[in-house]
């Protein structure tokens, strides 16, 4: 039962170079979803998809780009990584809107 | 953006105790589902609630709806060990307010042997 996938894991980026985060999802939903997660901040939506070939933005968007090509992908990118951006990222998927969500374990990502 | 509000923010309990952990909002939610987040680990759903006043019981754990769909609780009988984790609500929204959930901030639970 693989669910949601995240890949790379873990990933420390110097300022200014860029990234992309891979989600996979193997249940077939039409929505997914990025999110991160700070300390105290709790989780905050970047950027989210209802099907493929669409994107929308989410609470915190700027500085990251997102593509839905295929439907049980979902690419976050990092054009220009800044320390800011240092952060858990996750991935979630689901089947229709405001249905529970299946998440990913999360990629941690450094920015230094 | 419905703002969910979570308290306490942090719990340290013995195993054996009981324990509620709240979420509220001055926002009116469709339905309200709650999570548990291990370290190292995404948020696993543990249930949805949809019903306002709608009650579910998971073993332990009973989870209330508040009757006008703005609260909910999540209480813990007997925790144990394994209860320890960071617990999330998350309300989806009635308007077109987006198509994801809001999630509130978690209260961290640390239940000691």
């Known amino acids: 039962n693989a669910g949601v996938t995240q890949t790379p894991k873990f990933r420390v980026l110097k300022t200014g170079q860029s990234m992309t985060l891979l989600c996979a999802q193997d249940?077939?939903?039409?929505?997914m979803y990025w999110y991160r997660q700070d300390p105290g901040m709790g989780l905050r939506l970047i950027h989210y998809?209802?099907?493929?070939?669409?994107?929308a933005k989410g609470e915190v968007p700027d500085g990251y780009n997102v593509s839905r090509l295929k439907k049980q992908n979902f690419l976050l990118g990092l054009e220009s990584a800044a320390p800011s951006q240092t952060s858990v990222y996750f991935c979630?998927?689901?089947?229709?809107?405001?249905?529970?969500?299946?998440f990913g374990d999360g990629t941690r990502l450094s920015i230094l | 953006t419905q703002l969910l509000e979570q308290s306490p923010q942090f719990l340290s309990i013995q195993e054996g105790e009981n324990l509620t952990v709240y979420c509220n909002s001055s926002?009116?939610?469709?339905?309200l589902q709650w999570y548990r987040q291990e370290p190292g680990e995404g948020p696993v759903l543990l249930v949805t609630?949809?019903?306002?006043?709608e009650v579910k019981k998971l073993k332990r754990l009973t989870f209330q709806f508040g009757d006008a769909r703005k609260d909910s609780s999540l209480h813990i009988t007997a925790a144990q060990p394994g209860d320890t984790g960071l617990y999330l609500c998350?309300?989806?929204?009635?308007?077109?307010?987006?198509?994801?959930?809001?999630f509130g901030k978690g209260t961290s639970l640390l239940v000691t042997p």
């Open positions: 979630a998927s689901g089947r229709v809107s405001n249905q529970p969500q299946h």
């Open positions: 249940m077939n939903h039409e929505y």
């Open positions: 998809s209802v099907g493929e070939g669409t994107t």
């Open positions: 926002s009116v939610f469709s339905s």
């Open positions: 609630v949809v019903t306002g006043g």
């Open positions: 998350a309300g989806a929204g009635t308007s077109n307010s987006g198509y994801a959930l809001n």
